[in-house]
């Protein structure tokens, strides 16, 4: 059986917009994804880490944990064998609470690539593929968390366009979500079912082309 990590926030995490309740697994894209897979004899597990509000490299003021290059080292060392490691992260990064831009976003991504390339895994495990997904642009922030993610619709902008860059750079594979969904009509930042389905069969569709 291969195991597939998804490393990523609330989109993976499952949350359903505008409340503090989780979609099931075979709801979220990442169940959708692994049954998929199964559907076509793959035999694989997909592990999630999948924490809300989890930035790429940075801090929040508010909640402990949620800096995704502290603890990943250990995550890899949890996880491992690992076949594939899937990043999908960067909205968090784009709260009031930071002035950042995509290119320091995307910066943020090599640094977690860099981590799982270093990782102390046992010697004989194999290191695995990395698989970078860009997360659908963010849309006019509405609802409960409009007031934490006011202006992130246009901090965020060019993002894919940097992933894809590093992503290259970094010699890993890249998805741009983009091409197939985008953020809820709800709260303009997370999935919703439709999405996390589509999303899920699209995914299954992009491992089968790079394993």
């Not at 992260?89 to 390339?117: E, P």
Request: some cysteine.
């Amino acid at each position: 059986m291969k195991q597939i990590l998804v490393y990523s926030d609330s989109l993976s995490w499952g949350i359903i917009p505008n409340t503090r309740k989780r979609l099931a697994f075979d709801k979220r894209w990442t169940g959708v994804f692994e049954n998929a897979l199964n559907n076509k004899n793959q035999n694989v597990r997909v592990i999630e880490n999948c924490l809300n509000g989890r930035r790429t490299v940075w801090s929040d003021p508010y909640k402990d944990g949620r800096d995704g290059s502290q603890g990943l080292a250990q995550v890899m060392e949890i996880n491992s064998p690992l076949s594939l490691v899937i990043i999908l992260l960067g909205h968090n990064d784009f709260q009031a609470t930071h002035d950042n831009t995509a290119w320091l976003s995307a910066q943020g991504m090599v640094k977690l690539i860099q981590i799982i390339r270093q990782a102390p895994i046992e010697p004989e495990m194999p290191m695995p593929e990395i698989l970078v997904i860009a997360p659908p642009v963010i849309t006019e922030p509405k609802g409960a968390i409009a007031n934490k993610f006011r202006g992130a619709e246009k901090r965020c902008k060019g993002l894919a366009k940097e992933l894809e860059i590093i992503a290259k750079d970094n010699n890993v594979h890249f998805f741009d979500s983009n091409t197939v969904i985008q953020s809820s009509t709800i709260d303009g930042i997370h999935l919703d079912d439709d999405q996390h389905n589509l999303l899920g069969t699209t995914v299954a569709s992009v491992y089968l082309k790079i394993t």
